[in-house]
């Protein structure tokens, strides 16, 4: 905080600060001792619709309790929250997830649910190219970090094209459809992006679709991930418990599908070969 | 395809001083090799392998953005995006606010003192000074609305601000989906071309297209209603022969709202007026193309395309029109929305 204005003694410009500073601090910690928050943090979308998530959810999560949502768009920002041990429940992608539990232990206790399938995968396609080794030199199109795409891409070339990944530049996209459209439009040689994305231009645009060739797929993972942190506090159970219920209401159930989910799965109901899956490093 | 001529520019540039010197004292260009270690490695390089050549180039480039306005949300945006991309990649950046010189004259000084690798200029009057000082070097362009009144030297590359007729189609399709007959108004003096490739993306889309020409002859009131009558959303294009003024604008969103159509439009700006779907270019990721194409100069790659289209949207969705106007959206596409209005 800075004063420049020379009319305003020295002494009230100390004394302001210091009442606004004890205001200030009032104001912080009479919610924070009641509000639960919910993070979030995807770097599996470019898509810039913080501000309408902050305002639905808040609306929404308003109605259910002392609750409120807090969008990142920075990783290291959210990565801070997480440290600092905020109290709340932390959405995030799966990816993310994993990378994070090394450092910092995080329990998943819901995973996000879309036309009933709990996992996607990633594909690379292509309208010019036929196979990877022709990528030296292209630009790929994808949704998401540049980070979250390139480890996507490594994943897809294995060790035997790993070397082709520094003659490739990467273009990140608001959103799966629009990489997906740039391959059809040339400004991208090929795209990374789901099935169920390659399912939908299928059904918006099948012309362009059936152009797509497919140069290489990733591994399944789950969708979005509603985790908290370890070692687990009774706390957050009523916080999950309004969230694993959004789906039953009209607004709630809104809010989910601008996180691309139609619901959510507890993680103690799943099978065991999927259970094992989120325990992995 | 077109082969980028223009970055070669930069080693020779770069090692010419060492060059010069040459017939003159070899105990100059010892020295100066010797001091400048930056100039040792780039000549050697430049002789050796055109390859490391051209990567140590682009390493040590310096580019110069002049930008139209920075008080400019949007040119700000495609600014961050450019810089967060290219700067792993340059050496030097630069840059000149055209709002905040009273002499764009200034530019041309600075052009010459510092001699830039590359240009990049976001905004019209950018391009245009660009254009006007910029001699033979690369100039990049963005945020420039319709372009192509510009012309495009051989030396200029750019983004263009207006998304492909084929996205625009397919994410109204995509949001609303249950809208099929598309209708919009046009002045042959502007748009015929543009439409004639709507044409073509819309039968691929499964789309009709209802064409409805306004002109001295066919002023807009008269057939506004009867087109009204007979479509399912109206396209509102950016042709200047229609939207000539404020009147005529309002004149069309009231006929929409009496006819209980949704207007579906290109930019923000209509959503006071109460359009249901706006869809456009996404800035930051037109500032990340123009830093992928950048570095395509900068390393001599061959360019495909010179102005590539914006490869990212942006997508403003009224749910509060659509309830009133009783129109179903896509839920499934609500993750592709950027904002979402609702009713107060």
Not at chain 1, 64 to 87: I, K, V
Not at chain 1, 218 to 223: I, R
Not at chain 2, 81 to 100: C, E, S, T, Y
Request: proline fraction near 5%; glycine fraction near 6%.
């Amino acid at each position: 905080m800075t004063f420049n204005r020379p009319d305003v003694p020295q002494r009230w410009r100390a004394s302001t600060v210091t009442v606004l500073l004890a205001l200030l601090l009032l104001v912080r910690t009479a919610p924070a001792g009641t509000t639960e928050t919910i993070f979030f943090y995807n770097p599996e979308s470019s898509v810039d619709n913080f501000a309408a998530l902050k305002t639905e959810f808040d609306d929404y999560l308003s109605g259910q309790g002392a609750y409120s949502f807090q969008p990142f768009s920075e990783r290291s920002t959210f990565e801070s929250m997480l440290a600092g041990n905020a109290q709340g429940v932390y959405l995030l992608s799966s990816w993310h997830y994993r990378q994070l539990n090394a450092k910092t232990p995080l329990e998943a206790m819901l995973v996000g649910v879309a036309k009933g399938e709990l996992q996607q995968r990633k594909i690379l396609s292509s309208k010019d190219l036929s196979n990877i080794s022709a990528l030296p030199g292209s630009t790929i199109a994808g949704a998401g970090s540049e980070d979250y795409l390139r480890s996507q891409l490594q994943q897809m070339l294995g060790a035997e094209y790993e070397g082709l990944l520094p003659k490739i530049k990467l273009l990140s996209v608001p959103k799966d459809l629009d990489a997906l459209m740039a391959v059809g439009f040339g400004v991208a040689t090929a795209a990374i992006s789901s099935e169920s994305s390659l399912n939908k231009l299928a059904i918006i645009n099948p012309k362009q679709h059936a152009q797509l060739k497919t140069l290489a797929s990733g591994e399944k993972s789950f969708l979005l991930i509603a985790a908290i942190a370890k070692p687990q506090k009774d706390k957050e159970a009523s916080l999950l418990k309004v969230i694993e219920s959004m789906q039953a209401q009209p607004a709630g159930e809104k809010n989910l599908k601008m996180l691309g989910l139609d619901g959510w799965k507890r993680t103690d109901t799943l099978d065991a070969s999927l259970s094992k899956q989120l325990r992995l490093p | 395809m077109e082969t980028n001529r223009y970055a070669g520019c930069l080693s020779f540039q770069t090692i010419a001083p060492a060059l010069t010197t040459m017939p003159h004292n070899i105990f100059n260009i010892m020295f100066n090799l010797m001091i400048k270690p930056r100039i040792l490695l780039l000549a050697l390089a430049g002789l050796c392998c055109p390859l490391i050549s051209a990567s140590l180039a682009q390493a040590q480039a310096k580019i110069l953005i002049i930008n139209s306005d920075d008080t400019v949300n949007k040119y700000r945006q495609v600014k961050d995006a450019f810089k967060l991309q290219i700067m792993p990649h340059a050496g030097r950046i630069i840059d000149f606010n055209v709002q905040q010189t009273a002499h764009p004259e200034a530019l041309e000084k600075l052009i010459k003192d510092e001699n830039p690798d590359l240009i990049y200029s976001i905004g019209s009057q950018a391009y245009q000074l660009a254009a006007q000082f910029g001699g033979t070097k690369p100039v990049l362009f963005s945020s420039v609305i319709n372009w192509q009144r510009f012309g495009r030297p051989s030396n200029s590359y750019g983004v263009a601000n207006e998304l492909s007729l084929s996205q625009e189609l397919s994410l109204l399709r995509f949001v609303l989906p249950g809208l099929q007959r598309i209708g919009v108004i046009y002045d042959p003096n502007y748009s015929t071309e543009r439409i004639v490739e709507a044409r073509n993306q819309a039968r691929d889309l499964g789309l009709s297209l209802v064409e409805q020409t306004v002109g001295e002859a066919e002023p807009l009131e008269k057939n506004l209603d009867n087109l009204l009558a007979r479509i399912d959303v109206l396209w509102l294009i950016a042709d200047p022969g229609v939207l000539a003024d404020r009147a005529t604008v309002e004149k069309i969103f009231v006929a929409s709202m009496q006819h209980k159509k949704p207007v579906y439009t290109y930019s923000d700006a209509f959503m006071n007026y109460g359009a249901s779907l706006v869809v456009a270019a996404d800035t930051p990721t037109m500032g990340r193309q123009a830093a992928n194409l950048a570095q395509a100069i900068l390393l001599r790659e061959p360019i495909k395309e010179a102005v590539q289209t914006p490869a990212g949207s942006h997508i403003t969705l009224n749910v509060c029109q659509l309830g009133k106007l009783k129109t179903d959206y896509n839920s499934d596409a609500l993750d592709a929305i950027n904002q979402l209005l609702e009713c107060p």
